[in-house]
């Protein structure tokens, strides 16, 4: 189906800009801002006028200036991040998570994404508020600022495009 389908859209240096439905995709078409760089195999929209296949992949004509983005510190982020999952355990699930600081806040940690792991309630209440090397726990990864595509990672589909990989490097597929 077509609605589910996501467009991936580069500015004219090819860098990932964001992800738009097939409805903006048409309009920057139709507008001639775009050119198409790759299309989803024996996809098509069809009007009474005609048939269009539907791209994967557009490219502005002209260059845009990005904003710089600042991601704003959220415990849904972190939990978007960690994919749902324990850092400790490997326990996956999206009700039973906390958030938990490695660092505790009482021996001066911060709230920050480096600090900040999701937990499950049980592997969160055993580390307490002691220090990783104070008990026998370990992180499955480092915790990292996200990327831009973690923030966005909602607007990617279920379907995805294998072109998109070679323009979004940090893409998890």
């Not at 009474?48 to 992949?57: D, E, F, H, W, Y």
């Amino acid at each position: 189906m077509i609605d589910d389908r996501k467009i991936l859209l580069l500015n004219s240096d090819y860098q990932a800009l964001r992800f738009v439905n097939w409805q903006r995709a048409l309009k920057l078409l139709f507008r001639n801002k775009v050119e198409v760089v790759s299309e989803w195999d024996g996809v098509e929209i069809r009007s009474t006028s005609g048939a269009v296949s539907l791209p994967s992949i557009l490219r502005l004509k002209k260059y845009v200036k990005r904003h710089k983005f600042r991601i704003k510190f959220s415990k849904g982020l972190i939990k978007k991040r960690d994919r749902y999952t324990c850092q400790y355990c490997g326990k996956k699930g999206k009700k039973e998570l906390t958030i938990d600081h490695v660092i505790p806040i009482s021996k001066g940690g911060k709230s920050t994404f480096e600090n900040c792991v999701t937990a499950c309630f049980r592997c969160n209440s055993k580390k307490n508020c002691y220090l990783l090397s104070e008990i026998d726990m370990n992180l499955l990864k480092k915790p990292t600022k996200p990327t831009f595509l973690t923030y966005t990672a909602s607007d990617l589909p279920h379907r995805y495009h294998p072109t998109w990989k070679m323009f979004i490097k940090s893409l998890q597929i």
